[in-house]
Nanobody
């Protein structure tokens, strides 16, 4: 079993930046790739970005491309999401997720483990 703990959320003004972290523990060797998702009130969970542990290859949703950067620190078993140019429509609970599949995917169904989420609020 893999445990995921997110941190770094908070309130930021539009145009500002935040960095989210996701620490992975437990059966970390079973995780091939990581993803960040978000869910705003009354909306479905939405893919944000994913990254491969082994290669560092990344994949982004069009809505965040050029503003958000996903990265990983293999030694610390930690994945980051650097968010810049935040907009009010970026406000959501952000979740990290782990998949055993060696593929970068936007499908939440393909992720095996999820964190509890961290809240991001953006004021206009």
């Amino acid at each position: 079993q893999v445990q995921l703990v997110e941190s770094g959320g908070g309130l930021v003004q539009a145009g500002g930046s935040l960095r989210l972290s996701c620490v992975v523990s437990g059966r970390t060797f079973s995780s091939a790739a990581m993803g960040w998702f978000r869910q705003a009130p009354r909306k479905e969970r939405e893919f944000v970005a994913s990254i491969s542990w082994a290669t560092g290859y990344t994949y982004y949703a069009d809505s965040v491309k050029g503003r958000f950067t996903i990265s990983r620190d293999n030694a610390k078993n930690t994945v980051y999401l650097q968010m810049s140019g935040l907009r009010p429509d970026d406000a959501a609970v952000y979740y990290c997720a782990a998949t055993v599949r060696n593929v970068l995917t936007a499908s939440p169904q393909l992720y095996n483990d999820w964190g509890q989420g961290t809240q991001v609020a953006v004021s206009s």
